[in-house]
């Protein structure tokens, strides 16, 4: 089996699969780029789009994860799985782990953050914190939750319940969540234990 580094995409050969079958899943992914001539990355690649799998599984080397770091911020995601051979969920999952973040991306919750959080939560609009907060409705939401803030303890007053009223004939939840300034959850458990019902549309004779 030659061993010259092809130069650009290569058709893999019958006696390059069978050999892709019978190390990879031992681990020897880097015996078969020397025996090939491929990258790792390659085989790596290879390997993942024909559902071929390690007996074990394959931590990330230190050389993968710093190349991760560098990369993940500014490229593709997809461009960074190709590079390193790895499935893009695997990716998505370790830079996760890892804290990392795409550039523009909502920057991680600090201890100000939360305690200006903690405060505002018991008696103001998840959409005014969400403003004050810069951030997304969701993402206060999601971070009250995980920080024991419960949403139920806002009690509803009688102009939310009165506008829910008055707006879910004609608008979604969504649009009522985001004019009233709760949760679109919270609001469609609302609406449920309200028991309102969208009006029927009488047909035309």
């Given at each position: 089996?030659?061993?010259?580094?092809?130069?650009?995409?290569?058709?893999?050969?019958?006696?390059?699969?069978?050999?892709?079958?019978?190390?990879?899943?031992?681990?020897?992914?880097?015996?078969?780029?020397?025996?090939?001539?491929?990258?790792?990355?390659?085989?790596?690649?290879?390997?993942?789009?024909?559902?071929?799998?390690?007996?074990?599984?394959r931590l990330w080397s230190a050389r993968e994860l710093?190349?991760?770091?560098?990369?993940?911020?500014?490229?593709?995601?997809?461009s960074i799985a190709d590079k390193l051979g790895r499935?893009?969920?695997?990716?998505?999952?370790?830079?996760?782990?890892?804290?990392?973040?795409?550039?523009?991306?909502?920057?991680?919750?600090?201890?100000?953050?939360?305690?200006?959080?903690?405060?505002?939560?018991?008696?103001?609009?998840?959409?005014?914190?969400?403003?004050?907060?810069?951030?997304?409705i969701p993402a206060v939401a999601g971070r009250a939750?995980?920080?024991?803030?419960?949403?139920?303890?806002?009690?509803?007053?009688?102009?939310?319940?009165?506008?829910?009223?008055?707006?879910?004939?004609?608008?979604?939840?969504?649009?009522?969540?985001?004019?009233?300034?709760?949760?679109?959850?919270?609001?469609?458990?609302?609406?449920?234990?309200?028991?309102?019902?969208?009006?029927?549309?009488?047909?035309?004779?």
């Amino acid at each position: 089996m030659a061993k010259s580094k092809k130069i650009g995409w290569v058709a893999w050969s019958e006696d390059e699969i069978k050999l892709l079958k019978r190390l990879f899943p031992r681990g020897r992914a880097r015996e078969i780029a020397e025996k090939t001539g491929r990258s790792l990355a390659t085989v790596r690649q290879k390997a993942y789009n024909m559902g071929i799998n390690t007996r074990e599984r394959r931590l990330w080397s230190a050389r993968e994860l710093k190349l991760l770091k560098k990369l993940y911020p500014t490229e593709n995601t997809q461009s960074i799985a190709d590079k390193l051979g790895r499935p893009v969920d695997s990716v998505k999952a370790i830079a996760y782990l890892n804290g990392l973040k795409k550039v523009g991306s909502p920057t991680v919750w600090s201890e100000k953050d939360d305690a200006l959080l903690k405060k505002l939560y018991p008696n103001n609009k998840v959409r005014d914190m969400a403003k004050q907060l810069g951030r997304s409705i969701p993402a206060v939401a999601g971070r009250a939750h995980k920080l024991g803030i419960s949403e139920p303890k806002r009690i509803w007053s009688k102009k939310e319940l009165n506008l829910i009223r008055k707006l879910y004939p004609t608008k979604t939840a969504e649009q009522i969540a985001d004019k009233i300034g709760r949760t679109v959850k919270a609001t469609r458990l609302r609406i449920v234990k309200l028991g309102l019902r969208k009006r029927k549309r009488k047909g035309k004779m």
